[in-house]
């Protein structure tokens, strides 16, 4: 008897009979367009709907690095039910980030019922697909501003300095979770820096950590809320793959589902309701205040004058971006600045203070270049953009510490038109992702990959190869971001190291890091101790 009647004869009914003929066909169509797609690369068999989820888990770019070890440098899997390349090598993502306007990889996805449903493919940047380059051009010029960098600068010192405060507070032979601290530290920042008006998420943290009595008191945040804003922030971005990776039936039908489609929706409702209330407000400020007064160098009042008459960075480089933006637009685009910019910063500098735990001479070479240049008594020195901007190793140390462990491990990128990657012809449609962190520890740019060596960076003949650190990613899509991120990553290195020693509570442990949206770090427990001076 074959496989197929020994089936059918334990179908019960006729309807049972007619589901599993359905399915039989299903599955052995399924695997006939599989085994006979254009292209084949290495890479493993999918199954019917779920693609290679089962063997993929909930950790995607680190079995990317397995599938790269046994695949090779370009691979395939599915996701669900899409195909999609995975690409190890920087010659092989040269295209993808070639920062030419003909560029055919600027996408990320291709059309999508379910972002278009919560609204993020005419808004904002990240997945905008009709006016990113408009966005994307405001909140570059907004965010590279000199007057707005200047003011990044000062503002992360106070908040560190107000971060101190509660450290003196606690007792310091008990550890501290430092990847908490970071993500309130840079929350603060980031909104101050975008709103002009703090978010008190480091006194919340503290609070959170002391019995009643100890907890401070702290004038309201400006989302008017006690909850976790940075819980907020992570809804935001899990809610765009969700709309991305479940069709319209599952998110609406199926209960859990459902479920999650509603809260995603209402977080996203929230969070613009709560800015458009915060920009409607700045505006009427704006517009009160004399013509003579400096308007602060914030992300809100530099998107909301620029290309009106109280225009504080007149730098268009874009021809179109030359109207004003409107509440709605800024409202996403303040959203984006927080989603992208929080969590990587702050995760970024958890991994460095890991890194500079684990490698004393790298401290030492920081110390000593800190040294250098602040000169005596730098404990005290104002820290600017121009004396961070000197510190050399400093940069070597967060590369280094963003090849070994970047905060965005993969990104994807779909091809607009039919093009050639890899020796093969794609239809246009195809998802390619560079597996970022493969290409990172790839020997074929690296000598010793995985070893922790800043020096690398500094000699001239290493590391030049194109595309070979993707951190910031590149092309017409890099990271607008990039500059303030590292602005402010060095002044929060520069305040923790000449004033404070940092050890790890388990010196011998391994560094705890899980994937979300972006490689995060679920805990760093550290004693912070004030130095001797
Ligand atoms: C260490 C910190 C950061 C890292 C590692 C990082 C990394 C990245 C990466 C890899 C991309 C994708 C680029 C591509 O597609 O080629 C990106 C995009 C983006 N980043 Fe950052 N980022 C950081 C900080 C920031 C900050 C502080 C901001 C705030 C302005 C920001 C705003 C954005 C935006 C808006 C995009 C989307 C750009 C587009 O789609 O055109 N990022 N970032």
């Given at each position: 008897m074959s496989i197929a009647s020994s089936i059918f004869s334990h179908a019960q009914s006729g309807w049972q009979s007619v589901?599993?003929?359905?399915?039989?066909?299903?599955?052995?169509?399924?695997?006939?367009?599989?085994?006979?797609?254009?292209?084949?690369?290495?890479?493993?068999?999918?199954?019917?709907l779920l693609g290679n989820f089962l063997q993929i888990g909930w950790d995607l770019p680190r079995w990317a690095n397995k599938a790269q070890a046994k695949y090779g440098d370009a691979w395939e899997v599915w996701l669900g039910r899409e195909r999609s390349i995975f690409l190890g090598r920087a010659d092989f993502v040269e295209k993808i980030y070639n920062p030419s306007t003909k560029n055919n990889f600027t996408m990320r996805t291709g059309p999508s019922e379910g972002l278009d449903?919560?609204?993020?493919?005419?808004?904002?940047?990240?997945?905008?697909?009709?006016?990113?380059?408009?966005?994307?051009?405001?909140?570059?010029?907004?965010?590279?501003?000199?007057?707005?960098?200047?003011?990044?600068?000062?503002a992360t010192q106070e908040n560190f300095k107000e971060t101190e405060g509660y450290?003196?507070?606690?007792?310091s032979h008990k550890p501290l979770d430092?990847?908490?601290?970071?993500?309130?530290?840079?929350?603060?920042?980031?909104?101050?820096?975008?709103?002009?008006?703090?978010?008190?998420?480091?006194?919340?943290y503290y609070n959170s950590l002391v019995s009643d009595k100890a907890k401070i008191q702290h004038p309201q945040s400006v989302f008017k809320f006690e909850g976790d804003f940075v819980e907020a922030i992570t809804t935001w971005f899990y809610a765009v793959?969700?709309?991305?990776?479940?069709?319209?039936?599952?998110?609406?039908?199926?209960?859990?589902?459902?479920?999650?489609?509603?809260?995603?929706?209402k977080n996203s409702k929230w969070m613009l309701s709560t800015l458009l209330e915060i920009i409607k407000e700045r505006r009427q400020e704006i517009e009160c205040a004399p013509p003579h007064v400096q308007l602060p160098a914030n992300v809100l009042t530099l998107l909301l004058t620029t290309n009106t008459p109280r225009d504080m960075t007149k730098v268009s480089t874009i021809n179109s971006i030359d109207r004003p933006m409107n509440d709605a637009e800024i409202a996403e685009n303040l959203v984006e600045v927080f989603?992208?910019?929080?969590?990587?910063?702050?995760?970024?500098?958890?991994?460095m203070i890991w890194n500079m735990c684990k490698y004393p001479h790298a401290k030492q070479r920081l110390l000593e270049e800190m040294a250098e240049v602040f000169g005596p008594n730098l404990q005290n020195r104002e820290i600017t953009q121009e004396s961070l901007e000197k510190l050399i190793y400093f940069d070597a140390f967060i590369k280094e510490t963003a090849r070994l462990t970047p905060v965005v491990p993969a990104l994807v990128k779909t091809a607009q038109k039919d093009d050639e990657i890899v020796g093969f012809r794609w239809k246009a449609g195809t998802q390619f992702y560079t597996n970022i962190h493969g290409i990172h520890l790839n020997p074929a740019h690296w000598d010793n990959p995985q070893e922790f060596d800043p020096d690398r960076f500094l000699k001239i003949e290493s590391s030049k190869t194109k595309n070979a650190l993707l951190q910031f990613g590149g092309g017409l899509r890099i990271c607008p971001g990039r500059q303030m991120a590292i602005l402010e990553l060095k002044t929060l290195l520069v305040c923790l190291l000449r004033k404070y020693e940092i050890e790890l509570e388990d010196s011998r442990g391994e560094l705890q890091y899980s994937f979300g949206m972006i490689n995060h770090c679920d805990n760093l427990n550290v004693f912070i101790r004030p130095k001797a001076f």
């Open positions: 589901i599993l003929l359905l399915l039989v066909t299903y599955i052995a169509y399924f695997y006939y367009k599989y085994y006979t797609r254009e292209n084949p690369l290495p890479g493993p068999i999918p199954l019917p449903e919560f609204g993020y493919t005419n808004k904002g940047i990240i997945m905008n697909r009709e006016s990113w380059q408009y966005n994307r051009g405001l909140v570059n010029q907004t965010v590279t501003a000199k007057s707005y960098l200047k003011e990044l600068v000062k450290w003196r507070k606690l007792a430092f990847a908490a601290w970071s993500m309130c530290m840079v929350t603060d920042v980031t909104v101050i820096m975008s709103t002009g008006k703090p978010a008190y998420q480091c006194a919340i793959q969700f709309s991305y990776f479940f069709p319209k039936w599952i998110r609406h039908y199926v209960p859990v589902f459902k479920s999650y489609q509603d809260k995603f929706m989603a992208a910019g929080i969590d990587t910063t702050a995760n970024s500098l958890t991994f």
